[in-house]
């Protein structure tokens, strides 16, 4: 089985701190692990996705992500929160033999000016 | 077009009556997935069509729920007798492959009153 747990539904942060998305994963193997951005009355936006490889992975807007397998996290962090980051976060697993993109059930970022 | 498109993007219906929801995915895409989001829940998987054929339908819910996906590229996810607990965001991705990005579109609000 897979699942995702976002700690904190909501979560704020000033202008300019650090922001600080968590994510822990269940997987008996493996995983590809992705994190998604919805902005109000938008799609989901793939910000990052960790295949195989580098544990630490660059997104768009600044995001980074580290794929941790002792402790089953990927983290979403960005070291300077603007006010246009202000959306919602979800992380998502998907393992071998499932075909289906898991979902948790999502971070509400505040920036506050 | 450049994107995934669902129409409509809104639809209110009456308690009992038969909705029709379409997707069209980005051209070339093999992959479709439809997806429930409820208010203040993660994206939760309905089902996921590899061409034609369903390769996967154990998110829908019940059997008042089908998709279809004739061609290979537009599905349409159909709703018989609905009821007020199906009111949601149903959300269509495509992706290039299964295990390749997958594009979500705007999604189409379902409300049943």
């Known amino acids: 089985a897979q699942s995702v747990t976002q700690l904190g539904s909501h979560v704020s942060v000033s202008e300019g701190a650090l922001v600080l998305l968590r994510c822990n994963y269940s997987s008996s193997v493996p995983p590809y692990l992705f994190w998604y951005v919805q902005y109000p009355n938008q799609g989901l936006q793939l910000l990052l996705k960790?295949?195989?490889?580098?544990?630490l992975v660059k997104g768009i807007n600044g995001f980074e992500a580290e794929f941790k397998k002792s402790e089953t996290s990927f983290h979403l962090t960005k070291p300077s929160a603007h006010m246009s980051d202000a959306a919602e976060y979800f992380c998502a697993v998907l393992s071998g033999g499932y075909q289906k993109v898991t979902f948790g059930t999502g971070t509400k970022l505040q920036v506050i000016p | 077009g450049a994107g995934v498109s669902q129409t409509p993007s809104n639809k209110v219906t009456e308690k009992g009556k038969y909705v029709e929801l379409r997707c069209d995915p980005i051209?070339?895409?093999?992959?479709l997935y439809w997806y429930r989001q409820s208010l203040g829940q993660g994206p939760e998987f309905l089902i996921y069509?590899?061409?034609?054929?369903?390769?996967?339908d154990s998110g829908l819910p019940n059997d008042r729920f089908f998709a279809v996906r004739p061609e290979g590229s537009v599905s349409t996810l159909k709703i018989q007798r609905t009821e007020r607990g199906d009111s949601a965001v149903y959300l269509c991705?495509?992706?290039?492959?299964?295990?390749?990005?997958?594009?979500f579109g705007q999604g189409t609000r379902l409300t049943v009153v």
């Open positions: 991705a495509s992706s290039l492959t299964q295990r390749a990005e997958a594009f």
């Open positions: 069509f590899q061409g034609t054929g369903a390769a996967d």
């Open positions: 051209s070339g895409h093999t992959a």
């Open positions: 960790y295949t195989t490889g580098a544990t």
